[in-house]
């Protein structure tokens, strides 16, 4: 957990994360887990509009500029 948060920001040393109530780890820790899960649910969409090719590459490639 303190790996997590220490690579988040949230501190530079796990003295700097012992500082955080027990409630705001969890929290801190939950929101970073979800923040992972949505760049990979990101990176799945675009491994598989490369994998695919064509317009949804292209539809993909254009969304990504914007």
């Known amino acids: 957990m303190y790996a997590t948060l ?12 012992g500082r ?3 409630r705001q780890l969890h929290l ?11 760049k990979r649910r990101g990176r799945l969409h675009d491994n598989n509009a490369a994998f695919v090719g064509g ?3 292209k539809k993909q490639a254009k969304a990504l500029e914007d």
């Open 6 to 17: 220490i690579a988040a920001g949230y501190g530079k040393t796990p003295d700097d994360i």
């Open 20 to 22: 955080y109530t027990q």
């Open 28 to 38: 801190f820790y939950r929101e970073e887990e979800a923040r992972e899960r949505r």
């Open 55 to 57: 317009s949804a590459a």
